[in-house]
């Protein structure tokens, strides 16, 4: 398992706005819990969900998968992202429908040799003979970092106006600045291997061949995700973006990295993944980025996105 915790400095950005009231394009808010002096209180702080995260990381698996010659389904080439949900759908792709659940892993083979993503990122038909896949990539919503209590982040309305030949008509984008937390998992074992149960069926030692692949497009996509290439409205609100830090952990059991609310969040990872390894008898190991000077022992460090990506994908056999 390969999961991570990230802190983000993203300065003026429109990265998640959720609906229009009026003139104003609201950003995505959500409410979190946070201890502070006076005890626990509930805040409204501006967030990007994990679905926005996951919707750029897919997109990106289009793109690396094309490079390795893996398989892009027909929805999923145009950023489409509804995988193999309806019959119809189904048909467009050129797969035949379960005809029962003893044939659903027949199915779900199929889905996952015509389309990466629908490996990757799973997928729910949704019809007489409901087939899922669980997404083996799984986000997060980015929400500020809670520190205490103060919440480093801030919402403000920015005002324009568009003109044309009728006249000039006012609107309002909503834009965020915040030290943003970001967290994530991929069950890098678990792709190519069908979840649904059953013997054996045609199309598995393909996927068994095309492993390796598939696991370094995954590791690969979400470089995309890690320098900022998520979120909409960047045409006209391409955020001032920083990684100040992060880990990663590599691991042969599940094993969720500490979020990054506090400044020694690296240092309890690395103790919680010492512990974990003596508990579960295993392996793992943590890549460390930090631009913030935080104090912590152990785990390796490594100076860019870049970096990290070649050491996980110097782990894929």
């Known amino acids: 398992m390969i999961s991570g915790s990230f802190r983000f400095l993203i300065n003026t950005e429109s990265l998640n706005g959720v609906e229009s009231v009026g003139n104003l394009t609201r950003h995505r808010t959500a409410p979190v819990v946070l201890r502070t002096s006076v005890g626990y209180l509930v805040r409204y702080v501006p967030a990007i969900s994990g679905e926005a995260l996951a919707h750029a990381y897919q997109a990106a698996l289009v793109e690396v998968a094309k490079k390795y010659n893996l398989p892009v389904g027909l929805y999923s080439s145009r950023y489409d992202f509804i995988k193999f949900s309806t019959e119809e759908v189904v048909k467009e792709e050129g797969v035949t ?5 003893d044939d659903a892993r027949r199915f779900e083979v199929d889905v996952m040799l ?3 993503v629908a490996d990757v990122g799973g997928f729910m038909y949704a019809e007489a003979v409901p087939v899922r896949r669980t997404s083996r990539i799984k986000f997060g919503y980015m929400i500020p970092a809670l520190t205490g209590d103060e919440i480093p ?12 030949q009728k006249g000039q008509m006012i609107y309002n984008v909503e834009v965020s600045s915040a030290l943003y937390v970001m967290s994530f998992s991929l069950d890098e ?12 069926v045609e199309g598995e030692k393909k996927l068994r061949e095309q492993r390796t692949s598939r696991v370094k497009a995954s590791i690969e996509a979400l470089y995309y ?19 100040m830090s992060g880990i990663v952990t590599v691991t042969d059991f599940p094993f969720i990295p500490e979020p990054g609310h506090t400044d020694d969040y690296i240092s309890t990872t690395i103790k919680r993944l010492e512990k974990a390894k003596k508990i579960f008898n295993g392996k793992g190991e943590a890549l460390v980025i930090d631009n913030e000077g935080l104090k912590h022992e152990g785990g390796r460090k490594v100076e860019t996105v870049e970096e990290l990506i070649e050491e996980l994908l110097k782990k894929v056999s």
């Open 114 to 116: 015509k389309d990466i």
């Open 225 to 243: 995700v890690l320098t900022g290439n998520f979120g909409g409205k960047r045409s006209r609100f391409l955020p001032s973006m920083k990684l």
């Open 97 to 101: 429908p379960p005809k029962s659940q």
């Open 189 to 200: 074992d678990l792709i190519s291997v069908p979840s649904n149960e059953g013997k054996e």
């Open 153 to 164: 982040a801030q919402l403000e309305s920015q005002f324009h106006v568009r003109s044309s």
